[in-house]
């Protein structure tokens, strides 16, 4: 058995836990998310489900240079990537990724995100903050996270993807 030299000791001090006073100063931890339920054929379609924000590669853009304001003369415009870079850093959640899903009616379609799996299929591009995979489940944002997202990119919602289940690792994120 080892044991800690006596000078070791001398420089060591023992804190006492926290009094009510400062336990009560630490902010809260933010509870996680609460997601609504699933659409009622997610486990029988074949196809995986995504809950995140539908929007275009340019409004990802803009997100980007609002942060970041306008590129300098000799850069090029900015990219989504940029975006999606940017609301990683300001929400702590690192598991934002864009995805193609089933466009619903009214909602512009993102022709260059993946090749659907249904042929003459509408895909969006969603920053998705979860999908109904096992391997992801542990995967979940905090409800402020949520919030900031919320602000910045408008409501979520669950949205099928466009690719079929055993393509998923197209995605690369796994």
Known sequence: MSTI????????????????????TKP??????KFP???A??????RLYFFGFPVTFDSLAKVAEDYYGPPEEDDSDYSAWEGLIYLRAITGYRHLHIFGGVAQEGEKPQEDVCTPAVPGEK??????VFVNIRELAHRRPMQA???TLTDILGRPRWCMDALRMEDFDAYGIM
């Open 5 to 24: 030299p006596k000078a070791a000791m001398q420089n060591m001090t023992l804190s006492s836990p926290p009094t009510t006073k400062e336990a009560a």
């Open 28 to 33: 809260p931890r933010s509870p996680q998310y």
């Open 37 to 39: 339920p699933m659409p």
């Open 41 to 46: 054929d997610a486990k029988t379609c074949g």
């Open 123 to 128: 895909v969006t591009a969603i920053v998705g």
């Open 145 to 147: 996270q949520m919030d």
